[in-house]
């Protein structure tokens, strides 16, 4: 649908629509109150046509090495439709899936079908959480500066992430979430760390614990990072992927630095320090929303730990994916400025500035 698109701008068309689209949005909260007639209208029509688009441009892009692993999901998905045996290993339950698909659809129809995969509950947990004002926090999810990369490359990883969002917006049907909790397992196991760590929250949820440990993780990095990434990787945390991920050597130009990472470990803070602010300066209150930045703080803190690690980002978006929904989540559950809706706007303003800034000046 969008080949005739160059691939040199092809993320550069989603990028500075999301842009406009910020930027806009920014315009409303000044000129008009959130519960504004105007104001609804504008962000549920917008918010739809953003789902529908953003699902299509990322399934119907063209199939290419220069989107990363996609040229590998195309080479199993070939190897499927060719009557190929279904490969054992991690995650079974995702070549069950590919291999099913590859008798039915062609290519295209299976890369949308992943990208509704990892869209729509985006969609579904902004809808179940906020009611008509979804579109701000979806507008969130979008602009996340890990946000593309796994919707192109990390796609499986992505999409069990997502199917996590997924379950936790029935969290008051625990069978339902259960059940998309084992889903988002089956594609990808790593999703153990957030699902374990959702639980917890059921056991214990005070968040100024939490923080307090995740500050922790800080210097116990610095000083004994080889010590957590041999332990860590010895774990084997459900399959040999962790340690792979955390011991081979990085390939050229990947995000895989090594050493400590301050850069992301700043970016990683974002919803810490909103978290922070909401519960001691403002004394908000809700219980989900301790769930979740409490599961992040847990997730996040994990990561912080083998930081210095090769592919340290696999285990970021563990937590990366969450943050959208928890900086956004105060904002729609109460007022708490005396120009909400504006300072609401600002708050993702800032927040997109990091993608957007990250694209034009570090990795431009």
Known sequence: M????????????????????????????????????????????????????????????????????????????????????????????????MKTLA?????????????????????????????????????????????????????RNGAACSLFLWGVSYHRNKVVMSVFFLCAIAFHKTLFLPVLAFIATYFYNNPKVYLKGWLLCIPLSLAMGGVWISLFSSMGFADDRLSGYLTSKAAEGTFSSTGFRWDFLFHSSFPIAAGWYFIYKKQFEDKLFYQLLNTYLICNGFWVLVIKANYSNRFAYLSWFMMAVIIIYPFLKQKFFKDHHFMMGKVMLVYFSFTYFMYYLYWG
Not at 14 to 25: A, D, H, Q
């Open 103 to 155: 008798y039915v659809v062609s290519a295209h129809t299976f890369f949308t079908i992943c990208a509704f995969i990892y869209i729509f509950p985006l969609y579904r947990i902004s809808k179940q959480l906020f009611n008509e004002y979804w579109y701000y926090a979806f507008m969130m999810f979008i602009v996340s500066y890990s946000f593309w990369t796994y919707g192109v490359n990390g796609m």
């Open 2 to 97: 969008f080949d005739w698109i160059p691939i040199g701008i092809y993320y550069k068309i989603y990028i500075n629509l999301s842009l406009f689209l910020v930027l806009f949005t920014l315009l409303h909260t000044r000129v008009l109150k959130m519960d504004d007639k105007k104001n609804l209208i504008f962000i549920n029509i917008t918010g739809y046509l953003l789902l529908t688009y953003i699902i299509l441009y990322i399934g119907q892009r063209p199939i290419t090495y220069l989107f990363g692993d996609m040229i590998n999901y195309m080479r199993s998905f070939q190897h499927y439709q060719n009557g190929g045996e279904i490969m054992f290993g991690a995650d079974y339950s995702w070549h069950i899936f």
